[in-house]
């Protein structure tokens, strides 16, 4: 037992036998599902990270490019739900995280150091087991280094922020090239048809929608010309969780029809 534990002190080698039941374990259970990611399909054990290979979602990926910064603590909080045992045996161990990415027909390689790590494990166990509160920040401050953005002929996304548990999307609609009056008029003729709301926001929802449905938050587009003309477009939070339940809907609706 002494030598065990000189070699340990001398060498700095970690005991690393319970990560590496973890990550076999891991392994078997794939492919993981990973709800604002993506798909882990493999799980293995490297010298000192975690090795993950992962499919996206599309909306992680715009124009073939890649935000590593967002994708590594979107991996970090999601295996942090999944399988938190794992990721405290990685703590524990001093692991970080290598994740081989998708990208069509090539692979990026993106890296969470060990103490990256122990500190989006530190702000998960602060918020409750929560990632909404981690990943709405992150997700709009992202998407607010790339603005202003054109997201249709005539329409700039200028702004996005929470407000008074709204996610608002401010919009400059430019009336040489768009009429305002025919966006006021979508947005009445599809009033109560929430995913056709989501396609005329003409934003990308896919990866906010169910942060936003962890907090119960709504979201909200908001039109606006230089004259002042201004309108908006609301998706209530009822709406996002059906959105996001199709299958709970459709049950929903057999019992109405049946009274």
Same mark, same amino acid.
Do not use: W
């Given at each position: ?11 700095g080698c ?32 490297g010298d ?53 990415? =998708?990208? &069509?027909? !090539? /692979?990026?390689?993106?890296?969470? #150091?060990?103490?990256?790590? $122990?500190?989006?494990?530190? %702000? ?41 548990g709204v ?58 010309? =230089?004259? &002042?003309? !201004? /309108?908006?477009?609301?998706?209530? #939070?009822?709406?996002?969780? $059906?959105?996001?339940?199709? %299958? ?12």
């Amino acid at each position: 037992m002494l030598v065990c534990i000189a070699a340990v002190m001398l060498t700095g080698c970690k005991d690393t036998a319970a990560l590496q039941a973890a990550v076999e374990e891991a392994g078997k259970a794939c492919p993981i599902t990973l709800d604002n990611l993506g798909e882990a399909t493999a799980v293995s054990m490297g010298d000192n990270e975690v090795e993950f290979a992962v499919n996206p979602l599309p909306a992680l990926i715009e124009n073939d490019k890649v935000d590593h910064s967002l994708i590594a603590r979107y991996l970090a909080l999601e295996l942090q739900r999944k399988n938190p045992d794992l990721v405290q045996q990685m703590v524990d161990a001093q692991f970080g995280i290598k994740c081989d990415l =998708k990208n &069509g027909e !090539e /692979t990026e390689e993106i890296l969470v #150091a060990a103490d990256e790590l $122990k500190k989006f494990h530190g %702000e998960f166990i602060a918020s409750g087991g929560k990632v909404a509160p981690i990943l709405i920040p992150l997700y709009n401050q992202q998407l607010s280094a790339r603005l202003p953005m054109e997201i249709s002929e005539g329409l700039t996304l200028t702004k996005v922020k929470v407000v008074d548990g709204v996610e608002t999307y401010f919009i400059n609609v430019d009336d040489d090239k768009a009429k305002f009056e025919d966006v006021r008029s979508n947005i009445i003729k599809n009033m109560e048809k929430a995913d056709e709301k989501v396609k005329l926001s003409k934003i990308n929802l896919q990866l906010v929608l169910p942060l936003l449905n962890e907090l119960n938050y709504s979201t909200m587009f908001r039109y606006s010309t =230089k004259a &002042g003309s !201004e /309108t908006y477009m609301e998706i209530t #939070a009822e709406e996002i969780q $059906k959105l996001l339940n199709p %299958e709970e809907e459709k049950k929903e609706d057999a019992k109405e029809e049946k009274k």
